[in-house]
């Protein structure tokens, strides 16, 4: 087969290497088109960040106290959005709380015990990547709890929350709701991706096989412990900036800070941000019309 070749600038060309160059351009073009997105969304991010970093200074001259509550699905993005919230905190006056499973001393203790203990000081801020809700999703999920312990903790969460918030503790309870679809896509970049395989860890290799039983423990959680004092606000993720951004807001719009800035848009996205109760709104909706729950 005869290897055609081309003249350009007096040099002899073949086709092969026009098309590993043109493939070349193509990729650094959307390297390029890539890293360029990324930067304006950091950009439309940064307003909303000025004005966390007013609303903890507010929290530390009032010795208010906050907790913010991250909870959902494996790679839902909670963990990239507790990054972005903090990014330009004061370090000192706020804290990321992520814990590992109870060891054995632990589970002879009171179940909120090894929470209780990472609670906020005044003027400061906890997140936690996780919280006691872990009783209500993954340990009711794959056993990890008797069913007495599961029940004992659905009947007393809200009585423990409403003397939280009586108290003056400002609580965000937030749930991270990815699509199976896309849950799949991330898992399959933490498998592929060096930088990011620590993330994957055994029970995220079940988390698509389990997902129905997540759904239905994600309804009966909302369900039951979304209250007045301490409601929940579910944030679709599939897109992760989308849900950054309504994190953020979610949290400003919980205290009349000092100084906000008047002429940023404070509203929630509702194809994002939706209530606690309007969510369960919709998997009511869908288990009618489908006869299962799509989210």
């Keep these: 087969m005869q290897q055609n070749n081309f003249e350009i600038e007096g040099k002899s060309v073949s086709l092969n290497e026009l098309i590993n160059v043109y493939k070349k351009s193509l990729s650094n073009n959307k390297k390029e088109k890539k890293a360029i997105k990324k930067r304006k969304e950091e950009q439309e991010l940064k307003p909303f960040q000025a004005e966390l970093i007013k609303l903890q200074k507010y929290i530390e001259l009032q010795n208010k106290k906050m907790i913010i509550l991250f909870e959902g699905r ?26 590992g499973k109870p060891t054995e001393e632990q589970k002879t203790q009171w179940y909120y015990q090894k929470y209780v203990q990472h609670f906020p000081h005044a003027g400061e801020i906890v997140l936690f990547d996780r919280s006691w809700y872990n009783r209500a999703m993954v340990e009711d999920v794959f056993g990890f709890c008797t069913k007495k312990e599961y029940a004992d903790f659905m009947k007393g969460v809200c009585g423990f929350e409403h003397d939280l918030t009586r108290q003056g503790i400002v609580l965000i309870k937030l749930y991270f709701s990815v699509t199976k679809e896309e849950q799949a896509k991330r ?19 079940q988390a698509q096989d389990r997902w129905d039983d997540f759904t239905k423990a994600k309804y009966n959680m909302i369900k039951m412990t979304h209250t007045h004092n301490a409601p929940w606000t579910v944030i679709r993720s599939d897109n ?9 807001k979610v949290i400003l719009n919980s205290i009349d800070y000092d100084d906000r800035n008047t ?13 606690g109760a309007r969510e369960i709104e919709n ?13």
Excluded at 76 to 81: E, H, I
Excluded at 187 to 197: K, V
Excluded at 240 to 248: F, I, P, S, T
């Design 74 to 99: 494996d790679a839902s993005g909670k963990g990239g959005t507790i990054r972005r919230v903090t990014r330009y905190m004061n370090e000192k006056h706020y804290r990321i709380v992520a814990l």
């Design 187 to 205: 898992f399959e970049r933490r498998r592929t991706d060096p930088l990011r395989q620590w993330k994957l860890s055994e029970i995220d290799l």
């Design 240 to 248: 992760k900036h989308l849900a950054r951004m309504e994190a953020m």
């Design 263 to 275: 002429k940023l848009d404070f509203s929630l996205d509702s194809n994002i941000a939706i209530s």
């Design 283 to 295: 998997m009511d909706a869908q288990r009618h019309n489908y006869g299962k729950y799509i989210n």
